[in-house]
């Protein structure tokens, strides 16, 4: 049970610093003030299928909320709610066995 935990932590921990930095890089400024388009959802899902929907929730807000902190002069609180619900849906939706097994087919 512990070393589940530990792992679940570890993964949590790693994601998030890897969520910002994704963010920080793979950001396209847009015409448009203030708007970005983001590629770091992609790893959001896939963090999402390795470790899980709740680590994948807090990865989501966290990564979003340290982006908005260090690249932008505001938090959007509401932004990062909604990328931490992203990531929590994420989680539900891809099957960590079936990911871990190599398994990509529906049964």
Excluded: C
Excluded at 58 to 67: D, M, W
Excluded at 74 to 93: E, N, Q, R
């Amino acid at each position: 049970m512990k070393d589940g935990l530990f792992k679940t932590i570890l993964y949590t921990v790693i994601g998030i610093g890897i969520m910002t930095t994704l963010m920080l890089l793979t950001s396209i400024t847009t015409p448009i003030e203030g708007v970005y388009i983001q590629l770091a959802y992609g790893y959001l899902a896939l963090f999402a299928g390795v470790a899980g929907a709740i680590p994948a929730a807090i990865v989501g807000f966290t990564g979003h909320v340290l982006f908005d902190l260090i690249y932008t002069d505001h938090l959007w609180i509401s932004w990062a709610l909604s990328t931490g619900a992203l990531g929590f849906v994420f989680g539900f939706a891809i099957r960590r066995n079936s990911l871990r097994q190599g398994v990509f087919y529906k049964t």
